[in-house]
């Protein structure tokens, strides 16, 4: 009996090549971790290969844990001697050996992303760069993205000639090599590039590839073009080379990835054998059927459907919701349905397109008291940027709160450090003044230069425009002057490489702040900053294990659930606007909504939104996705919701003005209020869990308040206990 009758045929097939070049096309859900450790078992226990002559591939470190401890629960220790490794570690490997060859010792030094742009800033400053658009953490980004592409300072320079920032940025290139060979370091880029670098060495490959005759890569869609290199180079002497993966789920073209290294494999090996796995063991027939029609689109795809011996499965529930707030509402609507039904919280997960989708779902979640967490990233209101500016309007709004103060003392960055602060701070206490007053004299502070006390006076003025100015316009507007006076745009380029998805959630917090001013007439920052401070209290989730999830398509990739919610699947947002400019763009937004269907395991809902809060503006009229379209309508069912009645808007579709809200209030409505209820109608209340709002009606019975999140009616006899006045 063989180790290998444990899969199906395909799997087996695949599994039992291993001389030559083999391509598994493996779809989603098809069993591919398990063919490629029960393919190195085979080629350990039964062929007799040995175990140092394999090396297996692949991205990330959690991937090759898992293959490593499949296999060594197939053929035990001789796992261990099987090089199974992310493709950094493996190149890190080689250079800790080999490194001499290119100029380092073995004990060189990695740089991480803050160690590279420090180099980048030292060099800037010595070049005297002027143009203040020109940050080092962009710069630092541009050198990792060429080192990558393979492009040298001087190739870079011939191309950007005409362009005198591309002329600096060759220049820092050149230089930020210069010191990093010096200082015996390496970057992240340079791990793979100087990899590459060493199998240009003849001996070196020559002995890389005796080591290694036997080569498997997973997920060889996602591949960049130093990989790619790698593991040809290696492969080429005996040419027994595995690629593993599925160009229907090429997702990272925005990291570096080359759909066309798994589209032109065949191309580079011609008598490669190609094994198709498309029985699929994770989702229902009617789920599979949509991801195929989806995918079929795609020029790049190829002749590859997904079956399963599953049962066909309900069908997709496809909604239409008045807006974001609404779909918000539908989807944690559905999961309380499915909860009562018995299912747990942990069925449920909600895969969006971008971080900044996340905060709706968020705040009904908490709302509702159902617990989740955040997968790939952090809960909305937790996020970096967002605790920045949040930080800025608590400072406007209570000059006293010296903890948020000493947040943004240095953002963005004004080169006070810790030890100014302190002096700041001690300078506070001897005076018996508040941070905030301290700064205002900071002339009188001791131990600071003249710059850094013209610096703090310079902060202090500001933050006092800026409270007389909260005092006369609305939240929003105060809130566009913050970031637009403190270049909060500029520090997030210069500092973060996921700057454009920061960006996306500082809109998303300004889209915060207009829709509770739609609700709330005359909305004062006070108001506002404890609104938020309740859908941000989230400590009584921590030790919960039973949770709703939440995260982005991408990082959903390898991962299924049982239930599944596809929210935010309209045009402009999924596929994004760039889609409709290039079609590679187009192609792998396609790619990546066939990777949101394959995550459902037993049920798929797809939501999209008529209007949505862009930019802090109401943008109306939004179309379905494409993909919709695409998904053949006997497989689709329209689902009815519970609609949550929102603050009553025209018949136009928008908000009702503070005027017409007002008329609303009649004499009828005024008549309703029971005696001893201590609120009237249009008076400003708070709820310990909705948050703010405004009465609707009063009678004996209920009361009817208008929350961000809907209007709701709650029983007289505890609306009290739950209610504050403003």
Same mark, same amino acid.
């Given at each position: 009996?063989?180790?290998?009758?444990?899969?199906?045929?395909?799997?087996?097939?695949?599994?039992?090549?291993?001389?030559?070049?083999?391509?598994?096309?493996?779809?989603?859900?098809?069993?591919?971790?398990?063919?490629?450790?029960?393919?190195?078992?085979?080629?350990?226990?039964?062929?007799?290969?040995?175990?140092?002559?394999?090396?297996?591939?692949?991205?990330?470190?959690?991937?090759?844990?898992?293959?490593?401890?499949?296999?060594?629960?197939?053929?035990?220790?001789?796992?261990?001697?099987?090089?199974?490794?992310?493709?950094?570690?493996?190149?890190?490997?080689?250079?800790?050996?080999?490194?001499?060859?290119?100029?380092?010792?073995?004990?060189?030094?990695?740089?991480?992303?803050d160690d590279q742009k420090r180099v980048a800033k030292n060099i800037m400053k010595d070049l005297v760069?002027?143009?203040?658009?020109?940050?080092?953490?962009?710069?630092?980004?541009?050198?990792?993205?060429?080192?990558?592409?393979?492009?040298?300072?001087?190739?870079?320079?011939?191309?950007?000639?005409?362009?005198?920032?591309?002329?600096?940025?060759?220049?820092?290139?050149?230089?930020?090599?210069?010191?990093?060979?010096?200082?015996?370091?390496?970057?992240?880029?340079?791990?793979?590039?100087?990899?590459?670098?060493?199998?240009?060495?003849?001996?070196?490959?020559?002995?890389?590839?005796?080591?290694?005759?036997y080569i498997m890569v997973d997920e060889y869609q996602d591949t960049n073009n130093i990989q790619y290199?790698?593991?040809?180079?290696?492969?080429?002497?005996?040419?027994?080379?595995?690629?593993?993966?599925?160009?229907?789920?090429?997702?990272?073209?925005?990291?570096?990835?080359?759909?066309?290294?798994?589209?032109?494999?065949?191309?580079?090996?011609?008598?490669?054998?190609?094994?198709?796995?498309?029985?699929?063991?994770?989702?229902?027939?009617?789920?599979?059927?949509?991801?195929?029609?989806?995918?079929?689109?795609?020029?790049?795809?190829?002749?590859?459907?997904?079956?399963?011996?599953?049962?066909?499965?309900?069908?997709?529930?496809?909604?239409?919701?008045?807006?974001?707030?609404?779909?918000?509402?539908?989807?944690?609507?559905?999961?309380?349905?499915?909860?009562?039904?018995?299912?747990?919280?942990?069925?449920?997960?909600?895969?969006?397109?971008?971080?900044?989708?996340?905060?709706?779902?968020?705040?009904?979640?908490?709302?509702?008291?159902?617990?989740?967490?955040?997968?790939?990233?952090?809960?909305?209101?937790?996020?970096?940027?967002?605790?920045?500016?949040?930080?800025?309007?608590?400072?406007?709004?209570?000059?006293?709160?010296?903890?948020?103060?000493?947040?943004?003392?240095?953002?963005?960055?004004?080169?006070?450090?810790?030890?100014?602060?302190?002096?700041?701070?001690?300078?506070?206490?001897?005076?018996?003044?508040?941070?905030?007053?301290?700064?205002?004299?900071?002339?009188?502070?001791?131990?600071?230069?003249?710059?850094?006390?013209?610096?703090?006076?310079?902060?202090?003025?500001?933050?006092?425009?800026?409270?007389?100015?909260?005092?006369?316009?609305?939240?929003?507007?105060?809130?566009?002057?913050?970031?637009?006076?403190?270049?909060?745009?500029?520090?997030?380029?210069?500092?973060?490489?996921?700057? /454009?998805?920061? $960006? =996306?959630? !500082? %809109?998303?917090?300004?889209?915060?702040?207009? @829709?509770?001013?739609?609700?709330? *007439?005359?909305?004062?920052?006070?108001?506002?900053?404890?609104?938020?401070?309740?859908?941000?209290?989230?400590?009584?989730?921590?030790?919960?294990?039973?949770?709703?999830?939440?995260?982005?398509?991408?990082?959903?990739?390898?991962?299924?659930?049982?239930?599944?919610?596809?929210?935010?699947?309209?045009?402009?947002?999924?596929?994004?606007?760039?889609?409709?400019?290039?079609?590679?763009?187009?192609?792998?937004?396609?790619?990546?909504?066939?990777?949101?269907?394959?995550?459902?395991?037993?049920?798929?809902?797809?939501?999209?939104?008529?209007?949505?809060?862009?930019?802090?503006?109401?943008?109306?009229?939004?179309?379905?996705?494409?993909?919709?379209? /695409?998904?053949? $309508? =006997?497989? !689709? %069912?329209?689902?009815?919701?519970?609609?949550? @009645?929102?603050?009553?808007?025209? *018949?136009?579709?928008?908000?009702?003005?503070?005027?017409?809200?007002?008329?609303?209030?009649?004499?009828?409505?005024?008549?309703?209020?029971?005696?001893?209820?201590?609120?009237?109608?249009?008076?400003?209340?708070?709820?310990?869990?909705?948050?703010?709002?405004?009465?609707?009606?009063?009678?004996?019975?209920?009361?009817?308040?208008?929350?961000?999140?809907?209007?709701?009616?709650?029983?007289?006899?505890?609306?009290?206990?739950?209610?504050?006045?403003?």
């Amino acid at each position: 009996m063989s180790i290998l009758d444990k899969l199906n045929d395909k799997q087996r097939e695949a599994a039992a090549k291993i001389e030559g070049a083999l391509l598994i096309l493996a779809g989603a859900g098809s069993g591919k971790t398990r063919t490629i450790t029960y393919r190195i078992a085979h080629m350990i226990d039964e062929i007799g290969i040995s175990p140092y002559k394999i090396l297996a591939v692949t991205f990330t470190n959690k991937a090759a844990k898992e293959m490593k401890e499949r296999v060594e629960s197939l053929v035990g220790e001789d796992a261990k001697r099987v090089m199974i490794s992310t493709f950094h570690s493996f190149g890190l490997r080689l250079l800790r050996v080999y490194g001499d060859r290119l100029g380092y010792n073995a004990n060189f030094t990695i740089y991480d992303t803050d160690d590279q742009k420090r180099v980048a800033k030292n060099i800037m400053k010595d070049l005297v760069v002027k143009d203040k658009s020109l940050k080092e953490g962009l710069v630092a980004s541009i050198i990792s993205k060429l080192k990558e592409d393979g492009i040298s300072p001087d190739e870079y320079e011939t191309t950007e000639k005409y362009n005198d920032n591309g002329k600096i940025v060759a220049e820092v290139y050149r230089r930020y090599n210069s010191v990093l060979k010096n200082n015996n370091a390496m970057d992240f880029s340079d791990i793979l590039v100087n990899t590459d670098r060493l199998l240009d060495i003849p001996d070196v490959l020559d002995k890389v590839q005796e080591k290694f005759r036997y080569i498997m890569v997973d997920e060889y869609q996602d591949t960049n073009n130093i990989q790619y290199k790698i593991v040809n180079k290696i492969a080429k002497k005996y040419g027994n080379i595995c690629v593993v993966g599925d160009e229907n789920q090429s997702i990272y073209g925005f990291r570096g990835a080359n759909i066309q290294n798994i589209l032109d494999f065949e191309k580079d090996y011609p008598n490669a054998t190609v094994v198709k796995l498309e029985e699929n063991y994770r989702s229902t027939s009617v789920i599979l059927d949509a991801a195929n029609s989806v995918i079929r689109n795609n020029s790049s795809a190829r002749d590859k459907k997904l079956w399963t011996k599953k049962t066909v499965g309900e069908k997709i529930t496809v909604e239409g919701c008045y807006d974001g707030r609404e779909e918000a509402g539908f989807v944690v609507g559905e999961i309380i349905k499915g909860k009562a039904k018995g299912a747990k919280y942990k069925d449920f997960t909600i895969l969006y397109r971008t971080n900044a989708q996340s905060r709706m779902f968020e705040e009904k979640l908490l709302r509702e008291n159902i617990p989740y967490k955040i997968f790939g990233g952090m809960q909305f209101y937790q996020r970096a940027e967002i605790k920045d500016i949040v930080a800025y309007l608590a400072v406007i709004n209570n000059t006293t709160d010296n903890l948020n103060l000493a947040r943004i003392l240095n953002v963005p960055k004004r080169k006070i450090g810790d030890k100014t602060v302190e002096k700041i701070e001690d300078f506070a206490k001897e005076q018996n003044l508040s941070l905030f007053s301290a700064l205002g004299r900071a002339n009188e502070i001791a131990g600071l230069s003249a710059n850094l006390k013209i610096t703090l006076l310079d902060f202090y003025n500001m933050m006092r425009e800026f409270i007389e100015l909260s005092e006369g316009i609305n939240v929003s507007e105060l809130f566009d002057t913050i970031v637009r006076e403190i270049k909060y745009s500029d520090y997030l380029i210069a500092n973060y490489e996921d700057y /454009e998805a920061r $960006k =996306e959630n !500082i %809109e998303e917090l300004k889209n915060s702040i207009v @829709e509770l001013e739609k609700v709330v *007439e005359n909305l004062t920052l006070r108001e506002y900053l404890e609104n938020i401070s309740l859908v941000s209290a989230t400590d009584n989730l921590e030790d919960e294990k039973d949770y709703v999830k939440l995260m982005t398509i991408h990082n959903s990739k390898g991962l299924e659930f049982p239930t599944v919610f596809v929210v935010g699947v309209e045009e402009g947002l999924f596929p994004g606007s760039r889609a409709d400019f290039d079609s590679n763009e187009l192609e792998e937004e396609r790619r990546l909504c066939y990777v949101a269907i394959t995550r459902a395991e037993d049920k798929l809902y797809m939501t999209y939104a008529k209007s949505r809060m862009m930019y802090g503006n109401e943008d109306w009229g939004r179309e379905p996705s494409r993909f919709l379209d /695409e998904i053949p $309508k =006997e497989l !689709i %069912e329209r689902a009815t919701p519970v609609v949550t @009645e929102y603050v009553p808007k025209t *018949e136009k579709g928008s908000f009702i003005t503070e005027r017409a809200f007002k008329k609303m209030i009649t004499i009828e409505d005024l008549n309703k209020t029971a005696k001893n209820f201590p609120y009237s109608v249009g008076e400003k209340v708070m709820h310990k869990k909705f948050g703010l709002g405004v009465v609707k009606a009063v009678n004996d019975k209920k009361v009817e308040i208008n929350f961000v999140d809907g209007k709701r009616e709650i029983a007289m006899a505890v609306a009290e206990k739950f209610l504050t006045k403003y």
